[in-house]
């Protein structure tokens, strides 16, 4: 999947091209090329992370471990994104860049875009595998072809439960057999090249998580109402 943006994110030169504003750490547009083929990608340097007292450096990880995550599942939740050395202001995720209507988010595409449900579900699903403690709804887009993506990753498979997100629309709604399917293999192994972007408690915890959600059959419920990011949006 994805051979294109995967050969320009991987083998193409990077053109910084200017930062990407309101981003809580440093983020910026670039265009990736190769020969006469180029696309805009999200590059997410290391040296540009705020320190947080509850995720170690290295959040660059974390985004390409969501992304390998998604693919390994089959679900294609999380744009191509890959780990440069070689970029312009050091190591970093470089994720590519998803065309779409800004003005559309996770509120109005669960209030004016029904259609889009389905996608959200599986979304909200994997953010519990993930534990993702920051799904803002700026975090969700729907690309030009109409398809649902997550993006901002780096808060994500924290050994402790931090879930935090706007999602909340479908708790207990029953999980469908084929995603508990697709979730069953990661209870006995998570892929290596997820594994090796995390440590073993954040693994453990990974799969724990997954067996809970195997054994309740349906998405979790914030019995507290303080589970959600801030901003919202």
Not at 137 to 165: E, N, P, Q, Y
Request: aromatic share 10%; proline share 6%; with cysteine.
């Amino acid at each position: 999947m994805a051979a294109r943006e995967l050969t320009l994110l991987v083998e193409g030169r990077i053109k910084l091209l200017g930062s990407i504003v309101r981003s809580s750490n440093a983020t910026f547009l670039v265009e990736a090329s190769c020969g006469d083929d180029s696309a805009w990608a999200v590059y997410k340097p290391e040296v540009g992370e705020r320190p947080l007292s509850d995720f170690e450096p290295g959040l660059f990880r974390r985004e390409r471990a969501a992304y390998l995550l998604s693919a390994y599942l089959r679900w294609d939740l999380v744009p191509p994104t890959v780990i440069r050395e070689d970029s312009p202001l050091g190591i970093g995720s470089l994720q590519w860049f998803v065309e779409g209507d800004f003005s559309e988010h996770y509120f109005t595409l669960y209030s004016d875009a029904p259609e889009t449900h389905r996608s959200l579900f599986q979304l909200a699903l994997f953010d519990c595998i993930a534990n993702n403690a920051d799904r803002k709804s700026g975090h969700v887009l729907r690309g030009d072809d109409g398809r649902v993506w997550g993006i901002d990753h780096g808060l994500c498979f924290g050994a402790g439960d931090k879930l935090r997100t706007v999602i909340w629309d479908f708790a207990g709604v029953p999980i469908p057999d084929a995603l508990l399917a697709d979730l069953s293999p990661l209870t006995e192994a998570v892929p290596p090249d997820v594994v090796e972007l995390l440590d073993d408690a954040e693994v453990t915890a990974l799969q724990r998580r997954v067996r809970r959600l195997l054994r309740d059959g349906v998405l979790p419920t914030d019995h507290t109402g303080m589970r959600y990011p801030w901003p919202l949006v």
